[in-house]
Structures are given as C-alpha cells and as structure tokens.
Antibody, heavy 120, light 107 residues
Framework: EEQLVQSGAQVKKPGDSLKISCKAL????????IAWVRQVPGRGLDYLGL????????KYGPSFEGRVTMSVDKSIATAYLQWSSLQASDSAIYYC?????????????WGEGTTVTVSS | SSELTQPPSVSVSPGQTATITCSGD??????AHWYQQKPGHAPTLVIY???ERSSGIPDRFSGSTSGTTVTLTISGLQAEDEADYYC???????????FGGGTKLTV
C-alpha cells in the first residue's frame, strides 16, 4: 500500500527556521513527484510546488517561490519542506501528496498533514 | 486566467442528487480532478481526468465536462457525503497547478 507519513506538529516563533518531512512507503520514490499543499484552517487548498524524487527537480507555485524550499533525500525516500524565517502567516496544515501520473498531476496519495503554528 | 471557480456551498436533501461545478478557462484544454475532504482529515481523490472514479469510490459519484466547466455529481446523497469538495487542474508540464476555492456540501 502506498503511503506518505508526515512529521509531527510544530510550534515555532516568528523568525524561527523549520524543516518538515514526508516519508514515502510502498512505491518507488525516485520515479514520482511529490507535491506540497497548504491549508490555512477554515480555508481552501493552496499549491506550494512539486519536487521530483529522482533528481530533485522543483516546480514552485507562483505565490511560494522564495518563501519555502523543497528538497528530497531519495536514499531514505523522504521529501522535505523548509522555511528559513517563519512568519505568523505560515501557520497552516501542510500536506504532501503523490501525483498518480506525471502527465495529469492528480494527487492519488496524501499524507496526514503537518500542523505548523507560528506564534510569539 | 488559471483560476478555478466553485460555488462556496451547496445544500441538498438526503437521497437527492448534488451537482458541484468548477469553471475556468484552463479546463478547455486540461483535465480536472476532484477531491473530498472531511473535517480533520486530508483530502482524498474522488474523480480524476474529468470522469474517472478513483479506486474505492462508489458509482454514486460521477464527473462530466462541457467546455470550460466540469461538474461533480453525487446521486443518492448520504449523510457521509457531507464534506468539502475541491477541483484541481494542472498543465502537462506542471508549470501550473491550481485548486478551486472549494465547495461545502451540506446533506
């Protein structure tokens, strides 16, 4: 069974750095992209970007390039999302998801989400 | 425009049929996909490539398309179908990926 297992909830202060993870199980990680999606509580889904598990090629959503950094470690089938300086507006649930196709990019497997709270 | 527009809310009685629309210029060229999200849970894929049902999704769920609008139809509504529904599209190079604003379905 394909699964994405995400790291636990984080509480940080403005200006802190943070790196959250998404471990892939049950499929060949280097052969697929991983997407990151943000959801502010009570709001909709925002696309952050995609990263390819094989060669770390990245595609950032227009609103997030420069604000977050995606990376992978294919040796442990894990994708990461990181911030160098968090802001209160970064408080949200962050999901990783696996596109089922590299032509149509529908997300057929989702992680359980990582809640990030940024508060002074 | 690369935006996808959904109605904020739809309310339908149990046993009836709900239709949720998603409109956007990109849908004339690209497929749409639909997700269901229940409170406190991650989204799950319901329909992909406009009309294909994801594994394990009952045949009460169906998708259709016409021009720049795609529609998710849920027949024989059950209480368990109450959720938020999101459409999503992407170009084939994933140079853009976009979600609709979501529709809250009340049964």
């Amino acid at each position: 069974e394909e699964q994405l297992v995400q790291s636990g909830a984080q509480v940080k202060k403005p200006g802190d750095s943070l790196k959250i993870s998404c471990k892939a199980l049950g499929y060949t990680f280097p052969n697929y992209w991983i997407a990151w999606v943000r959801q502010v509580p009570g709001r909709g889904l925002d696309y952050l970007g995609l990263i390819y598990g094989g060669d770390s090629e990245t595609k950032y959503g227009p609103s997030f390039e420069g604000r977050v950094t995606m990376s992978v470690d294919k040796s442990i089938a894990t994708a990461y999302l990181q911030w160098s300086s968090l802001q209160a507006s970064d408080s949200a649930i962050y999901y990783c998801a696996k596109p089922g196709s590299d032509r149509y990019y529908y997300m057929d497997v989702w992680g359980e989400g990582t809640t990030v709270t940024v508060s002074s | 425009s690369s935006e996808l527009t959904q109605p904020p809310s739809v309310s339908v009685s149990p046993g009836q049929t709900a239709t949720i629309t998603c409109s956007g210029d990109v849908l004339a060229k690209q497929y749409a996909h639909w997700y269901q999200q229940k409170p406190g849970h991650a989204p799950t894929l319901v329909i992909y490539k406009d009309t294909e049902r994801s594994s394990g999704i009952p045949d009460r769920f169906s998708g259709s398309t016409s021009g720049t609008t795609v529609t998710l139809t849920i027949s024989g509504l059950q209480a368990e179908d109450e959720a938020d529904y999101y459409c999503q599209s992407a170009d084939r190079s994933a140079n853009y990926v976009v979600f609709g604003g979501g529709t809250k379905l009340t049964v």
